[in-house]
């Protein structure tokens, strides 16, 4: 297994335009995250999987972001009319539910540049 | 609202000196804190961690120290290397239902030679 995989892994769009980035997580892995870390900040949530199942979505995460995680295996993240404001990384990363602390293995991010 | 604090944006240490990287947090649910470490255009690789009911876990050069009382976390780096400039991010989570990892902001760390 290589690890937690993100396609593609920089993107330049016009504002308005949409975007998906895709994130293939660990396989054995049954939960998925996705983050977004802009300069200067640290990661901040904004939704994750366990299996195929959404459980939480952040306040960040408007109504022009949709995820999806078809049949608990990859994800997407799409951007409808993308703004300024959405140029950051966004980060995906799974882990394996268990007890102890869930410790999130990254990927090395998707970076959006919107124009 | 900002649940984990790395209040110290930079920190530079000498070559085989201690690194002492801190955390404030605010919600005492917190059942798990976490270290990670990063390099420029990678993603966040994980260190260590300690469980709420641990005050200290060790990992060769990386200590991690709990004061609950204080709501405070440190990572203690010894002896520090050039290898270990990087972006430290404290991050903390819960159990049960609750499994989102909240961050800090980070804290960029140079070991000078």
């Known amino acids: 297994d290589t690890g937690v995989s993100q396609d593609p892994r920089h993107k330049i769009t016009k504002r308005g335009q949409n975007v998906t980035f895709r994130c293939d997580p660990i396989?054995?892995?049954?939960?998925l995250y996705w983050y977004r870390q802009t300069l200067g900040q640290g990661p901040e949530f904004l939704t994750y999987?366990?299996?195929?199942?959404?459980?939480?979505k952040s306040r960040l995460l408007s109504d022009r972001f949709s995820a999806e995680r078809p049949k608990g295996s990859f994800s997407t993240l799409e951007i409808q009319r993308t703004e300024q404001g959405d140029s950051a990384m966004y980060l995906c990363?799974?882990?394996?539910?268990?007890?102890?602390?869930?410790?999130?293995?990254f990927g090395a991010g998707s970076r959006l540049t919107v124009l | 609202d900002q649940q984990v604090k790395q209040n110290s944006p930079s920190l530079s240490v000498q070559e085989g000196r201690i690194s002492i990287l801190n955390c404030d947090y605010t919600?005492?649910?917190?059942?798990?804190f976490l270290w990670y470490k990063k390099y420029p255009a990678e993603g966040p690789t994980f260190l260590i961690s300690?469980?709420?009911?641990?005050d200290k876990n060790e990992d060769g050069r990386f200590t991690v120290f709990l004061n609950k009382s204080a709501k405070h976390l440190s990572l203690h780096i010894v002896p520090s290397q050039p290898g270990d400039s990087a972006v430290y991010f404290c991050?903390?989570?819960?159990?049960?239902?609750?499994?989102?990892?909240?961050f800090g902001t980070g804290t960029k760390l140079q070991v000078i030679p």
């Open positions: 300690i469980s709420s009911i641990k």
């Open positions: 999987f366990q299996n195929e199942a959404q459980l939480e």
């Open positions: 396989s054995e892995h049954n939960r």
């Open positions: 919600n005492s649910m917190f059942d798990y």
């Open positions: 991050a903390a989570g819960g159990s049960g239902g609750y499994q989102k990892v909240t």
């Open positions: 990363a799974s882990s394996f539910g268990g007890s102890g602390a869930n410790v999130l293995t």
